[in-house]
């Protein structure tokens, strides 16, 4: 057996998995979210949830993954051979593809906006890009056209086959260690930008300043849900990736660290969005999804001096999320056919991504020519968010703490954390009552509820 791909750096390990959860959800996802469920009150809740679910689920990855050393189907046949546990790790192999197809168009449609920032054929309309009808006609020929999605999305496919086929450390590693770095300081600097606009302390306060009143049973059930999203547990990318992490890799630091800046981002895009909507008294226009990036968006960075610059960075910020997103979730399924099928690493990202080329071209044009093709209501691109997300995720995100929490090797989970006793670790005993009481039970009510 060829020996088992690794992390070449601690830097390397951090920005990888970072990356890895840092991606649309945090950039994309968040900000809707947080408008939707009462701003401040919805950002405690995330942020809760983040340190007493997001973190020990996140270990409980981490643990599978570097004691199994194999992919999401092989670290369950390894460490419990004869069992059906294998079953979730496949489940979950399913979860990342799925999203995979659908990350694909978002990530073309994120390319298509940045090539039209730098040329400018975005604020063709004037200084003030013609207004939201300009920017609402713009987002209906680059997500709904013909041509412009699925042109954009090949060549998105195209980008992770290139990234991919170079392998763990000199395509994901190293792409991770310009990436993410690119992404703060951008992220920065976009933030540094809407602190100066009049009226950005109003934003503020509706990010940063909780009512309490605001807080119901869906604000936590959303909370909790966006937890997952934001740390891309359950899809698994963190057991593949920890898979590759050294012996000496400080598991219980490594989640923390990835914690704390997947918050930070979240903060920084805050911190960025409700300033600068609020300032050109925005607020009431959709903050939805695709409708907030693609529309209010361009129309505040219309209002500023240079809009095709910061739309520009703004875009360039959003692609490499969306990159970072697409390589690690096609990473899981590489994984699989290379450690199951004894696949080389070319073939096995040629067989994940070449069948992407027809679905996620399918997937771009159910928002537009396609549309009137649904099943229980649902486009096939929403088919596959709403499939993904809300059912397998939670399933998988179950399966995986039972596991750890109950049936996987005795004391799995502490040797992983102490490094086989040669680390103290005393968050092992809270981490093991969270996956065995408190996340399965948590995850069941976002399974439940959504």
Sequence with gaps: MAKKAQFATKIGLVAATVGSAIGLGNVWRFPAETQQNGGAAFLLLYIICVFILGIPVMLGEFSLGRGGQSDSVGVFRRLSPGSKWWIFGALGILASYLITIFYMVVAGWTLE?????????????????????????????????????????LAIIVINILILTRGVQKGIERLSNVLMPMLFLILLGLF????????????????????????????????????????????????????????????????VTVALLSLMVALLMGGLIFPAVMSFGLQGESMHGATLIFVTLPEVFGRLPLPWL????????????????????????????????????????????????????????????????????????????????????????IGTCLYVGWFGPKNLLSRQLTNN?????PLSPA????????????????????
């Design 113 to 153: 906006y940045l090539v039209q920032s730098v040329s400018g054929s975005l604020y063709a309309g004037g200084t003030d890009g013609g207004g939201h009808d300009h920017f609402t006609a713009v987002m209906q020929r680059s997500v709904s056209g013909l041509w412009q999605p699925v042109t954009a999305t």
């Design 192 to 255: 540094a930008v809407a602190m100066t606009l009049p009226g950005a302390g109003e934003g503020l306060e509706f990010f940063l300043k909780p009512d309490f009143a605001k807080i119901t049973p869906s604000t936590v059930v959303n909370a909790l849900g966006q937890t997952f999203f934001s740390l891309s547990l359950g899809m698994g990318i963190l057991v593949t990736y920890s898979s590759y992490y050294p012996a000496d890799t400080n598991l219980t630091k490594t989640s």
């Design 421 to 425: 006793g040669t680390l103290r670790s």
């Design 431 to 450: 981490v093991i009552f969270i996956l065995r009481w408190v996340a399965p039970l948590l995850i069941a009510a976002i399974l439940i509820l959504s």
């Design 310 to 397: 910061w739309s520009a960075l703004f875009f360039l910020l959003l692609l490499v999320a969306a990159i970072t997103s697409t390589v690690s979730l096609a990473e899981v399924t590489v994984a699989f056919l290379a450690d199951r099928f004894g696949m080389a690493r070319r073939r096995a990202v040629l067989v994940t991504l070449i069948p992407m080329l027809p679905l996620s071209s399918i997937c771009a044009l159910s928002m537009g020519p396609l549309s009137d093709i649904t099943v229980a209501g649902l486009n096939f691109f929403d088919l596959l968010d709403t499939f993904a997300t809300n059912i397998l995720l939670p399933v998988v995100s």
